[in-house]
């Protein structure tokens, strides 16, 4: 297929992501020939979203003994990891790490716990308080992913102070049945169809490098596109010792840009944040994926790796020419560095 880079530009720059065809064609591209691919990513990131990127970190509240069986997790009770166990953290300790991931420069906040769904009133009435401090202390856009939540608990996290939601699909519908064996993909979509009902901001993406194809690694992006999320994290698999995939090994460094670049063309006005797994498939590239169309990062560590120090981080930024999007409620802490402090607040309507 011949792509037409002026046309995929001018399009994705008004809104319109490429077709799957266009996709395919570009996934099936390596090594030089994909220089139009990361350019034009990169052209259209900087059109939409300008040089404002998003900083997101979380408190891994609960974790451990799931009884989900997804096949990439240490938490899943059905595999013998070295995952961390421990029940609900206080609110006191989730606010105390919201303050010192605030400190570093983190935008949005969210609280992750293990498990099915968080339904029980007394765990819930604990993420609530947390919800609500963190939202008036820090001015962080609060965040919370508990699984596969029912409306009605999102409404009343909502009511608390809660502005996003984070539940990935984690991959494409026709590969999750080799992935995850105790729920389905409606149910992963309908905890994101729920929050999208209450008007939250949807964070939802996936994992790649789990031995999905490249097609199906289209296909989740197009899905996504179909649910209409705000903002899609994207994760490449750090297997962990003691999961069904701890031999996996599947992707480059370039093949993480790649999908960060096509994800971008696909989803041209989405918020694409890069998290799991950065360190470990990209290494010294890591630089290159504001370059290739992604506009955040996640900061610190991840639910069971432990992340980069912060100031890297904020060195990254600041080589690349990059602002923290304003927050959206108060200032950052003067004590983050200016030079990658953005002044004012958030008016872009997301919260
Ligand atoms: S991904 Fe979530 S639901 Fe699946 S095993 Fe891990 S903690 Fe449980």
Redesign the pocket.
């Known amino acids: 297929m011949n792509l037409d880079w002026t046309d995929i530009r001018r399009r994705a720059e008004a809104g319109e992501g490429v077709t799957e065809a266009e996709a395919l064609a570009m996934t099936a591209l390596t090594g030089e020939a994909l220089a139009p691919v990361f350019a034009t990513a990169g052209a259209v990131r900087r059109e939409i979203k300008g040089n404002f990127v998003n900083t997101c970190g979380i408190s891994n509240a609960k974790s451990g003994r799931?009884a989900?069986?997804?096949s990439?997790?240490s938490?899943?009770a059905h595999f013998n990891t070295d995952a961390p166990k421990y029940t609900l953290k206080s609110a006191d300790s989730m606010v105390a790490e919201a303050h010192e991931a605030h400190a570093c420069g983190v935008r949005e906040f969210s609280l992750v716990a293990?498990?099915?769904a968080m339904t029980n009133p007394a765990e819930l009435a604990v993420v609530k308080d947390a919800v609500g401090r963190i939202r008036a202390e820090t001015g962080m856009q609060t965040c919370a992913s508990l699984?596969l939540m029912p409306e009605a608990a999102l409404s009343e996290l909502k009511d608390a102070g809660l502005q996003a939601v984070h539940h990935n699909l984690e991959t494409a519908r026709s590969f999750h049945g080799n992935i995850?064996s105790t729920h389905t993909y409606d149910e992963e979509v309908d905890t994101v169809r729920a929050a999208k009902k209450l008007g939250l901001y949807t964070c939802c993406g996936g994992i790649f490098g789990m031995g999905e194809s490249w097609a199906q690694r289209v296909e989740l992006a197009l899905e996504l596109r179909a649910l209409d999320v705000d903002s899609v994290p994207l994760n490449f698999l750090n297997p962990r010792p003691g999961t069904p995939l701890e031999d996996r090994k599947d992707l480059s460094a370039e093949d993480c840009l790649k999908i960060i670049a096509v994800f971008r063309l696909i989803l041209p006005t989405k918020d694409l944040i890069v998290c799991g797994g950065r360190a470990v498939n990209l290494g010294e590239r890591q630089d290159e994926i504001f370059r290739v169309g992604a506009n955040g990062v996640m900061m610190g560590n991840y639910l069971t790796t432990a992340g980069r120090a912060a100031d890297l981080d904020l060195d990254m930024l600041e080589k690349e020419g990059l602002v923290i999007r304003p927050p959206p409620h108060k200032p950052h802490s003067a004590s983050l560095r200016p030079s990658v402090r953005a002044e004012g607040t958030d008016s872009t309507g997301l919260a």
């Open positions: 799931c989900e069986a997804c990439f997790c938490q899943s293990s498990g099915r699984g995850v």
